[in-house]
Nanobody, 115 residues
Framework: QVQLVESGGGAVQSGGSLRLSCAASGRISSITAMGWYRQAPGKQRELVAE???????NYADSVKGRFTISRDNAKNTVYLQMKILEPEDTAVYYC?????????WGQGTQVTVSS
């Protein structure tokens, strides 16, 4: 099992920045990929950014150039630096970890961007 705890959400104005953090615990060595998804009201959950262990990060087109995912293996933590936030970025952001067979989710953190 892998446990994920997110932090760093909040409310900002358009153009602002936030950094989300996700601390992983449990079977860390079994994790093959970590990433961030988001779900806006009335919409399906979508991939925001993901990094496969030892690989190049993958971003949704809508966040390329604005969001940066990074991973600190020493702290078992993955970050999502979000810049130039737009109202369309408003959603609950979920941390995700994959072990090849299973997918684990955090509890979610709300990001609200006002115009």
């Amino acid at each position: 099992q892998v446990q994920l705890v997110e932090s760093g959400g909040g409310a900002v104005q358009s153009g602002g920045s936030l950094r989300l953090s996700c601390a992983a615990s449990g079977r860390i060595s079994s994790i093959t990929a970590m990433g961030w998804y988001r779900q806006a009201p009335g919409k399906q959950r979508e991939l925001v950014a993901e990094v496969i262990s030892g690989g190049i990060p993958n971003y949704a087109d809508s966040v390329k150039g604005r969001f940066t995912i990074s991973r600190d293996n020493a702290k078992n933590t993955v970050y999502l630096q979000m810049k130039i936030l737009e109202p369309e970025d408003t959603a609950v952001y979920y941390c995700n970890a994959k072990t090849g067979e299973k997918s684990f989710w955090g509890q979610g953190t709300q990001v609200t961007v006002s115009s």
